[in-house]
T-cell receptor, first 113, second 114 residues
Framework: SQQGEEDPQALSIQEGENATMNCSYK?????LQWYRQNSGRGLVHLIL?????REKHSGRLRVTLDTSKKSSSLLITASRAADTASYFC?????????????FGTGTRLQVTL | KAGVTQTPRYLIKTRGQQVTLSCSPI?????VSWYQQTPGQGLQFLFE???????NKGNFPGRFSGRQFSNSRSEMNVSTLELGDSALYLC?????????????FGPGTRLTVL
């Protein structure tokens, strides 16, 4: 079963608009990561936020984490056609040696001109 | 630095056969994780190797196995293939055990079982 659930499953916006994706997870985590995947290819790491952090920025990306609600959001500002991809959150669950990444179900983002 | 490489990129097999996939991590990375991606189940963790030891294992049957060599290259093997094994198999490497830091993914091996 999936640890994370992304919402919405699909999102279609126009270039220049902002895109917001949400991730909810079930168990306590050490960190949460966001990845991007272009059409059937490998994943690209976007950003990592640790459980003691609430917000992080990287270029046009802004990630928030609310551990009390077990949720995170990814905001992409001023979107571009090249941002069209699937976005996954991944949580690090398990203590110490049991630590591993568990991926959510993903949000498919379509950015049109 | 060269990225994570996976071979082969595409593979077609028939039911009952076995298959071996290979992953070469980024130089210096000691952790290699394997994932299966299907439209129905999404991205699922198979196993992780760190310094030649299996560090973690997902909920897959024993037909799925792996190993890591002293140069950190990793292979995964699937025996007695089933139609449901058709998937994109991704490997990822990192310098520390997975979960602690970002992982770098290869392009994947697309396996089709007929």
């Amino acid at each position: 079963s999936q640890q994370g659930e992304e919402d919405p499953q699909a999102l279609s916006i126009q270039e220049g608009e902002n895109a917001t994706m949400n991730c909810s997870y079930k168990t306590s985590i050490n960190n949460l990561q966001w990845y991007r995947q272009n059409s059937g290819r490998g994943l690209v790491h976007l950003i990592l936020i640790r459980s003691n952090e609430r917000e992080k920025h990287s270029g046009r990306l802004r990630v928030t984490l609310d551990t009390s609600k077990k949720s995170s959001s990814l905001l992409i500002t001023a979107s571009r056609a090249a941002d069209t991809a699937s976005y996954f959150c991944a949580t690090d669950v398990g203590p110490g040696t049991a630590s591993k990444l568990t991926f959510g179900t993903g949000t498919r983002l379509q950015v049109t001109l | 630095k060269a990225g994570v490489t996976q071979t082969p990129r595409y593979l077609i097999k028939t039911r009952g056969q076995q298959v071996t996939l290979s992953c070469s991590p980024i130089s210096g990375h000691r952790s290699v994780s394997w994932y299966q991606q299907t439209p129905g189940q999404g991205l699922q963790f198979l196993f992780e190797y760190f310094s030649e030891t299996q560090r973690n294992k997902g909920n897959f049957p024993g037909r799925f196995s792996g190993r890591q060599f002293s140069n950190s290259r990793s292979e995964m093997n699937v025996s007695t293939l089933e139609l449901g094994d058709s998937a994109l198999y991704l490997c990822a490497s990192s310098s520390v055990p997975s979960g602690y830091n970002e992982q770098f993914f290869g392009p994947g091996t697309r396996l089709t079982v007929l």
